[in-house]
């Protein structure tokens, strides 16, 4: 009987252990991500006025233990194939993401000027759906959030 109630109280103790650590990890997290500012998803993903065609560029930053990845998405007609993404180097309010696939090299900086808005410039050649190799990017809702409505392009 006593053994069975230490049992019971060790696993007691070991539940309310596990839920802190996941507490203390989740406010870690959120703090890393919080304290650079880099959260949420920006783009600049609109639909062709006459066509419909989609066009543009989305982030969306996404915590992790260590502080974020990027879900990168274009659209050049259709949505392409989204990618997963690692930053190489991060400031306060700069990133810089330098990765090879097999489609090739992905290699771009993002700046945070706002806590709504920031700047990709392209370093691989792409250029943004303005046709120069850098844009902004305003946060919204992801655009394979259930219901987002695309913006005609201007």
Same mark, same amino acid.
């Given at each position: 009987?006593?053994?069975?109630?230490?049992?019971?109280?060790?696993?007691?103790?070991?539940?309310?252990?596990? =839920?802190?650590?996941?507490? *203390?990890?989740?406010?870690?997290?959120? !703090?890393?991500?919080? /304290?650079?500012?880099? @959260?949420?998803?920006?783009?600049?993903?609109?639909?062709?006025?006459?066509?419909?065609?989609?066009?543009?560029?989305?982030?969306?930053?996404?915590?992790?233990?260590?502080?974020?990845?990027?879900?990168?998405?274009?659209?050049?007609?259709?949505?392409?194939?989204?990618?997963?993404?690692?930053?190489?180097?991060?400031?306060?309010?700069? =990133?810089?993401?330098?990765? *090879?696939?097999?489609?090739?090299?992905? !290699?771009?900086?993002? /700046?945070?000027?706002? @806590?709504?808005?920031?700047?990709?410039?392209?370093?691989?050649?792409?250029?943004?759906?303005?046709?120069?190799?850098?844009?902004?990017?305003?946060?919204?809702?992801?655009?394979?959030?259930?219901?987002?409505?695309?913006?005609?392009?201007?």
């Amino acid at each position: 009987m006593n053994r069975f109630l230490g049992m019971r109280v060790r696993c007691f103790l070991g539940s309310v252990l596990s =839920v802190y650590c996941l507490c *203390s990890f989740a406010a870690d997290t959120g !703090s890393k991500v919080g /304290e650079i500012g880099f @959260k949420g998803t920006f783009s600049d993903i609109c639909a062709h006025p006459e066509t419909g065609d989609l066009l543009g560029t989305e982030l969306s930053f996404i915590p992790t233990p260590n502080g974020f990845v990027v879900l990168f998405q274009q659209a050049e007609g259709a949505l392409l194939k989204p990618e997963l993404l690692v930053p190489k180097a991060n400031a306060s309010r700069r =990133v810089e993401i330098q990765q *090879s696939n097999q489609g090739g090299a992905i !290699s771009f900086s993002v /700046e945070l000027k706002s @806590k709504n808005e920031l700047v990709i410039q392209f370093k691989d050649g792409q250029i943004t759906r303005n046709g120069t190799p850098s844009t902004t990017l305003r946060r919204r809702p992801a655009i394979w959030s259930d219901g987002q409505k695309v913006d005609n392009c201007r």
